[in-house]
């Protein structure tokens, strides 16, 4: 639906327009269960291979601290549609003073972050 138009943002954040790309360990489970059904095994592991020989992407793992400001923030996200893996990224890019998301969820907006693309 987005492939194209995320493609052409790709190019933007391999020239390193934005900086390091961060992601984190969740969005990674997501990323590589969405592959494996849609696609095969053998192109998530590709997939991770890459994200894990990147240079130009960073992995944070949710440890317990952003774990309990994820859950604070999902616990009074009534009303909303956040997923829980969208709560640990937004607690994580709140700690680390991020404020552009590579994404087409409009929740990000919903926390005040700048959405791309």
Do not use: Q
């Not at 900086?19 to 360990?25: F, K, L």
């Not at 937004?90 to 680390?96: G, I, Q, T, V, Y």
């Amino acid at each position: 639906m987005n492939h194209s138009e995320a493609r052409r943002f790709l190019d933007k954040l391999a020239s390193g327009k934005y900086g390091v790309s961060v992601t984190t360990d969740y969005v990674l489970d997501e990323t590589l269960t969405l592959l494996r059904s849609r696609r095969s095994l053998d192109d998530a592991i590709a997939f991770i291979e890459k994200i894990r020989g990147s240079k130009s992407v960073k992995v944070f793992w949710i440890d317990e601290g952003v774990f309990e400001k994820a859950l604070n923030t999902f616990r009074d996200s009534s009303g909303r549609l956040w997923s829980f893996t969208d709560c640990t990224s937004f607690a994580l890019m709140k700690e680390l003073s991020v404020s552009d998301a590579f994404a087409f969820d409009i929740h990000f907006e919903e926390v005040g972050l700048n959405l791309h693309p």
